[in-house]
Every structure is written in structure tokens, then in C-alpha cells.
Nanobody, 115 residues
């Protein structure tokens, strides 16, 4: 059984930074793509960033230049460094990892940005 555990969310003032982590545990031989999504109250889930096993990275336009996604394959972990945070970044952030042909999701971590 594979599980993803996220951490690093919290309350931060606009302009501040947070670093999210998402670690996978269980019987894992390899992980393909890793990604972050977010869901704000009353809104649909939104893709934020992704990184493939080959290191190809993509970002949502509104976070490009402020957020950085990275991965540590030895630790089965994906990170999201979020800088210059804005109130509109407030949401529950969820990670997903594509492991052996299946998508796994974390439970989500709350990020709240106040002005």
C-alpha cells in the first residue's frame, strides 16, 4: 500500500514563503511524474506544477517565477517552494505521484496567505 504524506502548509503574510513536501511510502520501485494541485473554497481543483522522472518541469502561468517544484528520488519526495505568496494562492495543496501506472494522492495541506 502506497501512501503520500504532505507537510509544510501554514499561515503566511503576503510576500512570504512556504515550502511544501510530499513523501511517498510503501512498496515503491519507481516513480514517474510528480505534481502539485490546489483547491480553493468553492473552486475546482487546479493543477499547479509537475515534474517528470526525466526532470521536465511545467508550471501554471500564475505561479511561474514564484514557485519551484523539485524532487528527491532517493526519498520518494516532491517539494514545492513557494515564494512571493499572494492571497489568491490560498488553497488546500495536494500532491500526486504516478507510481507504477497508478495515481496516488496526498491528503492535502492548507496554505493561507493574508494581506
Amino acid at each position: 500500500q502506497v501512501q503520500l504524506v504532505e507537510s509544510g502548509g501554514g499561515l503566511v503574510q503576503a510576500g512570504g514563503s512556504l515550502r511544501l513536501s510530499c513523501a511517498a511510502s510503501g512498496r515503491i520501485s519507481s516513480i514517474d511524474a510528480m505534481a502539485w494541485y490546489r483547491q480553493a473554497p468553492g473552486k475546482q481543483r487546479e493543477w499547479v506544477a509537475s515534474i517528470t522522472s526525466g526532470g521536465t518541469i511545467s508550471y501554471l502561468d500564475s505561479v511561474e517565477g514564484r514557485f519551484t517544484i523539485s524532487r528527491d528520488n532517493a526519498k520518494n519526495t516532491v517539494y514545492l517552494q513557494m515564494n512571493s505568496l499572494k492571497p489568491e494562492d490560498t488553497a488546500v495543496y495536494l500532491c500526486t505521484q504516478y507510481i507504477e501506472y497508478l495515481d496516488y494522492w496526498g491528503q492535502g495541506t492548507q496554505v493561507t496567505v493574508y494581506s
